[in-house]
């Protein structure tokens, strides 16, 4: 299973990015899909998933900031608005199935004061 990213970039703080994560490589539907973002020096962090089912679960960080969608069978996206300097992190797409997880190669997230 391979992951690609889309999106990320810079913006300044109060802006909005939208990242894209597309799965390839399975048939099957994966069970959950979502981000995880690194800032330095920092631990790799949950931002939000949604399952196959379709829940959904975010950060306290970015609740009401952050819209995580699953647009198609192994797509999913994070639209981000209202973006702080703390958003700044690099993002990584994952997806699990069964008992395994796959990353993406992340994308990074910068935004500016």
């Known amino acids: 299973v391979r992951l690609e990213e889309f999106g990320g970039g810079w913006v300044q703080a109060g802006g909005s990015l939208r990242l894209s994560c597309a799965a390839s490589?399975?048939?099957?539907?994966?069970?959950?899909m979502g981000w995880y973002r690194q800032a330095p020096g920092k631990q790799r962090e949950l931002v939000a998933g949604v399952t196959s089912g379709g829940s959904k679960n975010y950060a306290d960080s970015v609740k009401g900031r952050f819209t995580i969608s699953r647009d198609a069978q192994n797509t999913v996206s994070l639209q981000m608005s209202s973006l702080k300097p703390e958003d700044t992190a690099e993002y990584f797409c994952f997806a699990r199935y069964a008992s395994t997880d796959y990353w993406g190669q992340g994308t990074q997230v910068t935004v500016s004061s």
């Open positions: 490589g399975s048939i099957f539907s994966m069970n959950a």
